[in-house]
T-cell receptor, first 114, second 114 residues
Framework: KNEVEQSPQNLTAQEGEFITINCSYSVGISALHWLQQHPGGGIVSLFM???GKKKHGRLIATINIQEKHSSLHITASHPRDSAVYIC????????????????FGKGTKLSVKP | KAGVTQTPRYLIKTRGQQVTLSCSPI?????VSWYQQTPGQGLQFLFEYFSETQRNKGNFPGRFSGRQFSNSRSEMNVSTLELGDSALYLCASSTETSGRNEQFFGPGTRLTVL
């Protein structure tokens, strides 16, 4: 079982729809990151959070530490939101074998149709 | 501020050769992390350098190595290339610890091994 699981793997939405991408993890973390990757490879960091909720424009990220779960919401989706969204967790310094680095989910490919 | 730059952007090599990739972080960032992205494995952490010292290393063979210079620029080297090394190699910089701070990604170097 992967340490970071995302769902769904693929998501197609109509412009204007409300979108939710989920991320569950099984390890102790110091922070959780949401990343966006457009075709061509460039990655942009959207959020880094360790508790609660963050909002940036139409994007909202939440995390529940007790349930080891995070969600990324996109309100009023637009075709330019089409991208792969990647959840990653950073492990504490004492996490054996991969101290302090990022562990990535497989990504959710989002396609928003006009 | 200029973003993270990586050179070259594209590279074609043959099996058995070696390759060196370069990453210039954002000015003032002291942490540089390297990642490998393949369709099968997704994003995987290679290593992190901070102030010229390797701080973390992922589960990759010794053929993968790196270094960081006093100006924080970093290089990674892959020796005795294998077909499976074909991937997008991304570097990211951050002010301090990669896992606990927002990371800024470069555009990546796409390596093809024939």
């Amino acid at each position: 079982k992967n340490e970071v699981e995302q769902s769904p793997q693929n998501l197609t939405a109509q412009e204007g729809e409300f979108i939710t991408i989920n991320c569950s993890y099984s390890v102790g973390i110091s922070a959780l990151h949401w990343l966006q990757q457009h075709p061509g490879g460039g990655i942009v960091s959207l959020f880094m959070l360790s508790s609660g909720k963050k909002k940036h424009g139409r994007l909202i990220a939440t995390i529940n530490i007790q349930e080891k779960h995070s969600s990324l919401h996109i309100t009023a989706s637009h075709p330019r939101d089409s991208a792969v969204y990647i959840c990653a967790v950073s492990t504490p310094w004492n996490y054996g074998g991969s101290q302090g680095n990022l562990i990535f989910g497989k990504g959710t490919k989002l396609s928003v149709k006009p | 501020k200029a973003g993270v730059t990586q050179t070259p952007r594209y590279l074609i090599k043959t099996r058995g050769q070696q390759v060196t990739l370069s990453c210039s972080p954002i000015s003032g960032h002291r942490s540089v992390s390297w990642y490998q992205q393949t369709p099968g494995q997704g994003l995987q952490f290679l290593f992190e350098y901070f102030s010229e010292t390797q701080r973390n290393k992922g589960n990759f063979p010794g053929r993968f190595s790196g270094r960081q210079f006093s100006n924080s620029r970093s290089e990674m080297n892959v020796s005795t290339l294998e077909l499976g090394d074909s991937a997008l190699y991304l570097c990211a910089s951050s002010t301090e610890t990669s896992g606990r701070n927002e990371q800024f990604f470069g555009p990546g170097t796409r390596l093809t091994v024939l």
